[in-house]
C-alpha cells in the first residue's frame, strides 16, 4: 500500500514538471465574442494628435489663419490664431496619420506625428 | 458748477483717449535675451546681438561687435511698421566707452516700399560714453529703420535700447524670419467686406460677420459611422447593424473662433432590429443655454423633453436629439427583419437629416456663453453620440467608455452583460470588454443581419486584441480585410 502511494505521488509529480506541448492558440482567428480583450482599450478607430505652437514670447499681435490638412489636402482645422501666441489644439486624425500640413499665413510646414503630439515654434531654438 | 466740472472731465478724458489712439506707436525694449525671438519676430543682426553686459534700461540692450571698421557696419534691421501720419522714432544709445583717439558713428537710414535704397534720416558720431537720446523724422507710410554702426582707432562697441516706432508693427511674420520678412498688405488694398476683422480672401463667408470659418468633424466631405447594438445591456449579436448612423458635423467659428453654428448632416442608413429606437449626441462642455435654436431634427414622441432652445432640458451638457423613432425616418420596406440588413430584401433609400444648431445670430451668443472650438476639441470624448432604445429614454447605448447622459436609467448600469463602473470611468463594456457600439472615420459596410463582425471582417480581432496598433485600418476595402460575402453591399 505504502509503495502504491508513494508510486501515485512520484507519479503526480513527474507530470507536473512535463511542460505542456500546446501551441499557442491564434485568437485572432477566433469570433470577437470568444475572447478577452484589454480593459483599456476604448475601441476608437481614430486617433487623437496635441498640436503645440510657440508663439513669439512678446511679439506684434499679428492675427491670421491658420489650418491644418493631411498630405492628402484632407482639411482638418481653420481658424484665426494670433501669432505671439502658445496654441494647443487636439485634432482628429486616422491612426494611419504621421505628418500635418500647417498653414499659418503664408507659413506652410509639415509637423511629424510622434505618439500622438505634433509642435512647431516660431522661434529657433538657441545654438 | 459741478456738472460743468464733470463734463469738461469727460470731454479730456474722451480727448486723451482719441488723441492716444491715433498717435500709436511701439516701444521695444529688447528684454528677451533670446536674438531669435526677435529674428522670429522679423529683426535682423548683422554683427550685433542682445546683451546684458552693459545695458542701457532693464537687463539687456542691442550690443554691436567691436566698432573697428569704417567700410564694413555693425548692423541691426528693424521689423516694417506703418504710420499714418509723420511722426518720430526714438532711441537710446551709448558707447561701451570712449576715447577721442576713436571714432564711431551711427546712421539710421528709412527704408519705405516705394525706396528700396533707403534714404540716411541721421549720421551721429559719438561724444562720450554717456547714453545719447536720439530721434529721427518718419514720414507716413510703411517703412523699416537700418541701424549701421561704423568706428575706427578703438574697439569698444555700441548699445541700442528702448526704441520707440511711430505707428504700429507691419511685418508679415509668418511670410519669413529676420530680413526676409515682407510687410503686411496696405490696409485700403484689405478687402472685408463683412467688416469682421477676417479678410475676404480667407474667409468662407465674407459675407456674414457671425462666420468666417468651417471646421468639419471628422473631417471636410468625410461622413464617419457608427453601428450600435441595441439589445444593451445584454449581449446583442455583434453585427453592429441595430442602429448605423453615418454623420458629418460642420463647425462654422466666428473671428475669435468661437461657434456660431453647428450644420449636423445625419444619415440613418440601416436598421437591423424592431425596437424603435431614437439617435441623439451630446457635446460635452457645452452648456445647453449657449444655443440659441435647434432645427431639422425628428422629435415627434415626446420622449425627450426639450428646452425652449430646442435642447434637451435636464442636461448639464448640450444634448441634441436627432430623431426619436428610427421607422420614423427609414420606412420598412415590408419584409424582413430590420431595414437594409438583408441583401435579398428591398433596399430603402435612406434621407438625410440636416440638424442645425445655432448659437451665434446677428453677434449675439445664445445665454451671453461664446463657446470657442478649440476648447470643445480640447476634449477627445466630446463629441458622445448613443442611442436611446425603443422609446425609453433612459435606456441610452453609447460608444465604450462614453459616460451617458443625465437621463440614463442607473438601474441600467451594470446589469446584465454590462460591465459599467462610473466610478472608474468604465462604460459600455462586457465582461470581455466588448463594445456596444463602433465609430468609424468612413462609412461604415456593416455586416449582413446576424453576422458577427468578425466573420465580416478579418482583421478586427487582431486590432482589438492589439489594442488599435495593428491592423488599423482593419475596416478599409484592403485585401485581407474583409470577407465580402458577409458584408451588406454598400448603396
Known amino acids: 500500500m505504502k509503495a502504491f502511494l508513494l508510486f501515485v505521488l512520484l507519479s503526480g509529480l513527474f507530470f507536473s514538471c512535463v511542460k505542456d506541448n500546446f501551441e499557442p492558440v491564434d485568437q485572432t482567428d477566433n469570433k470577437a465574442t470568444d475572447v478577452f480583450f484589454d480593459s483599456k482599450f476604448d475601441w476608437a478607430s481614430t486617433n487623437n494628435v496635441e498640436v503645440n505652437i510657440a508663439g513669439i514670447p512678446g511679439g506684434p499681435s499679428i492675427v491670421t489663419k491658420l489650418e491644418f490638412k493631411t498630405l492628402e489636402g484632407q482639411k482638418l482645422f481653420e481658424g484665426f490664431f494670433y501669432v505671439n501666441e502658445n496654441i494647443t489644439l487636439n485634432l482628429v486624425t486616422l491612426p494611419t496619420t504621421n505628418k500635418l500640413v500647417m498653414q499659418f499665413g503664408q507659413l506652410t510646414d509639415t509637423l511629424s506625428v510622434s505618439n500622438g503630439k505634433a509642435s512647431f515654434s516660431f522661434v529657433e531654438p538657441e545654438n | 458748477m459741478k ?123 559719438y561724444k562720450s560714453a554717456a547714453v545719447a537720446d536720439l530721434s529721427v523724422n518718419i514720414p507716413a507710410g510703411t517703412y523699416y529703420l537700418i541701424f549701421n554702426w561704423y568706428g575706427e582707432g578703438t574697439n569698444y562697441s555700441a548699445y541700442l535700447d528702448e526704441v520707440v516706432f511711430a505707428g504700429e508693427y507691419f511685418s508679415d511674420i509668418t511670410s519669413g524670419k529676420g530680413g526676409s520678412c515682407s510687410a503686411l498688405p496696405e490696409k485700403e488694398t484689405v478687402k472685408d467686406d463683412d467688416k469682421d476683422g477676417v479678410p475676404n480672401d480667407v474667409d468662407a463667408f465674407p459675407a456674414s460677420p457671425d462666420v468666417s470659418f468651417v471646421n468639419y468633424y471628422p473631417a471636410g466631405n468625410v461622413f464617419s459611422s457608427i453601428g450600435f447594438e441595441d439589445l444593451w445591456p445584454s449581449k446583442g449579436d455583434y453585427d453592429f447593424n441595430d442602429i448605423v448612423v453615418d454623420f458629418n458635423l460642420a463647425f462654422l467659428t466666428d473671428k475669435d473662433n468661437n461657434i456660431s453654428r453647428i450644420d449636423a448632416k445625419v444619415v440613418l442608413r440601416a436598421v437591423g432590429a424592431s425596437f424603435r429606437n431614437g439617435f441623439a449626441f451630446q457635446l460635452m462642455g457645452i452648456k445647453p443655454e449657449s444655443v440659441i435654436e435647434v432645427s431639422g431634427n425628428h422629435l415627434v414622441h415626446d420622449i425627450m423633453k426639450l428646452n425652449a432652445n430646442g435642447t434637451e432640458a435636464g442636461e448639464k451638457w448640450l444634448t441634441v436629439g436627432v430623431f426619436d423613432n428610427c421607422f420614423d425616418i427609414l420606412k420598412h420596406p415590408g419584409v424582413g427583419i430590420g431595414i437594409n440588413t438583408e441583401p435579398d430584401k428591398p433596399f430603402v433609400t435612406p434621407d438625410t437629416l440636416e440638424v442645425s444648431v445655432v448659437f451665434k445670430q446677428n453677434g449675439v451668443f445664445g445665454g451671453g456663453l461664446p463657446v470657442k472650438y478649440s476648447d470643445l476639441i480640447a476634449n477627445s470624448k466630446f463629441f458622445n453620440p448613443f442611442i436611446f432604445v425603443n422609446g425609453v429614454r433612459g435606456k441610452e447605448v453609447h460608444l465604450a467608455d462614453n459616460a451617458p447622459t443625465d437621463h440614463v436609467d442607473p438601474a441600467f448600469l451594470g446589469k446584465g452583460d454590462d460591465t459599467s463602473n462610473p466610478a472608474l470611468g468604465r462604460y459600455y463594456k462586457t465582461e470581455k470588454n466588448l463594445p456596444w457600439a463602433l465609430s468609424l472615420p468612413q462609412s461604415f459596410d456593416y455586416p449582413i443581419e446576424r453576422v458577427i463582425i468578425s466573420d465580416a471582417y478579418l482583421n478586427f480581432v487582431s486590432w482589438g486584441l492589439s489594442k488599435g496598433a495593428k491592423n488599423q485600418d482593419w475596416f478599409m476595402d484592403k485585401a485581407g480585410n474583409r470577407n465580402t460575402n458577409k458584408i451588406m453591399p454598400h448603396k
Not at chain 2, 482719441?18 to 521695444?28: D, G, P, T, W
Request: net charge positive; proline share 3%.
Open chain 2, 3 to 125: 456738472n460743468k466740472y464733470f463734463r469738461f472731465l469727460a470731454s479730456a478724458i474722451i480727448l486723451i483717449m482719441f488723441s492716444a489712439e491715433s498717435k500709436s506707436e511701439v516701444k521695444e525694449s529688447f528684454e528677451n535675451k533670446s536674438r531669435n525671438v526677435y529674428i522670429a519676430g522679423c529683426w535682423q543682426f548683422i554683427s550685433t546681438n542682445i546683451s546684458s553686459t552693459s545695458p542701457i534700461e532693464g537687463k539687456y540692450s542691442v550690443n554691436t561687435s567691436a566698432l573697428s571698421s569704417l567700410n564694413k557696419p555693425c548692423t541691426l534691421v528693424t521689423p516694417w511698421y506703418h504710420t499714418d501720419e509723420a511722426g518720430v522714432v526714438t532711441f537710446k544709445t551709448k558707447l561701451s566707452n570712449y576715447s577721442s583717439k576713436g571714432s564711431q558713428i551711427v546712421e539710421v537710414t528709412l527704408v519705405q516700399p516705394q525706396n528700396a535704397t533707403g534714404s540716411n534720416l541721421l549720421t551721429y558720431t
